[in-house]
């Protein structure tokens, strides 16, 4: 799974980030199963398929998850990898892009995560997700922010903190943005419209938390079709001021 994700210089050097790197991040991609590591958990809820054995028994195939290990993040940086699909991804097919997340680490000073009260681990790191034509110029976005757990946490639920943590994202909100950007004539289409400003929704944009964890937000740029999807992202900001 992991070599089939490459890291976007083009997400990192994104012209819509406020600033500019003082010290380069650190990204690498790779895969965990629950076949070759001790410490995977299938998370709460996921739908495992199964297969049979020549026997004639049933038993869970393989599972695996993607790990983006990313180091020296600055505030207000993006990082990320992305893939492509040369056929292309209808999407209108589907009302629902489910994701399970799990996040750990720590801070500069050797702080992990973890061990910060709730509120304030869940303020240092945002997935994102874009779902477009090209990875900065034609996409829809979701960006939910994370709550750190430790990778030891000793069972699924608390590992995975699906709660907080988990994506469900409705489809549809996506076409709903798009419209509701379309009918703002102070939009232009190259810039980033999100479906809210300072807390408040933008007319007619669709709400990210009737379905998502609180803190999520959707956003759109050009003109990106759920039709046909040739290029996903998926990476972590450091929301934090510059």
């Known amino acids: 799974m992991g070599s089939q994700w490459?890291?976007?210089?083009?997400?990192?050097?994104?012209?819509?980030?406020?600033?500019?790197?003082?010290?380069?991040?650190?990204?690498s991609v790779s895969s965990i199963n629950n076949e070759e590591d001790a410490v995977y958990e299938s998370p709460t809820g996921a739908i495992v398929s199964q297969s049979r054995t020549l026997r004639g028994g049933?038993?869970?195939?393989?599972?695996?998850?993607?790990?983006?290990?990313?180091?020296?993040?600055?505030?207000?940086?993006?990082?990320?990898?992305?893939?492509?699909?040369?056929?292309?991804?209808?999407?209108l097919k589907y009302s629902n892009l489910r994701m399970f997340l799990h996040l750990h680490g720590e801070l500069g000073d050797g702080t992990a995560l973890s061990d910060l009260a709730e509120t304030e681990g869940r303020k240092k790191v945002k997935f994102f997700m874009r779902l477009?034509?090209?990875?900065?110029?034609?996409?829809?976005?979701?960006?939910?922010?994370?709550?750190?757990?430790?990778?030891?946490?000793?069972?699924?639920?608390?590992?995975?903190?699906?709660?907080?943590?988990?994506?469900n994202l409705l489809l549809s909100a996506l076409n709903q943005l798009k419209v509701a950007r379309d009918r703002d004539s102070s939009a232009p289409l190259d810039s980033?419209?999100?479906?809210?400003?300072?807390?408040?929704?933008?007319?007619?944009?669709?709400?990210?938390?009737?379905?998502?964890?609180?803190?999520?937000r959707l956003a759109i740029k050009g003109t990106p079709s759920l039709q046909d999807i040739s290029t996903v992202v998926?990476?972590?900001?450091?929301?934090?001021?510059?």
Not at 6 to 27: F, G, K
Not at 142 to 152: A, V
Not at 198 to 209: F, R
């Open 6 to 27: 490459r890291a976007s210089e083009a997400v990192t050097e994104d012209d819509t980030l406020m600033t500019d790197a003082t010290t380069e991040a650190s990204l």
């Open 58 to 91: 049933l038993q869970n195939t393989r599972e695996q998850a993607l790990v983006l290990n990313v180091t020296d993040l600055e505030g207000g940086r993006q990082t990320g990898v992305f893939k492509t699909y040369s056929q292309g991804i209808d999407l």
């Open 132 to 167: 477009g034509a090209n990875e900065t110029q034609d996409y829809y976005e979701y960006e939910q922010p994370l709550t750190p757990s430790r990778i030891t946490a000793g069972s699924a639920e608390l590992l995975w903190r699906p709660e907080e943590n988990s994506m």
């Open 192 to 216: 980033v419209y999100w479906n809210e400003e300072n807390g408040q929704l933008k007319p007619g944009s669709p709400d990210a938390e009737s379905f998502a964890p609180q803190g999520a």
């Open 234 to 242: 998926i990476g972590i900001r450091n929301p934090a001021p510059p």
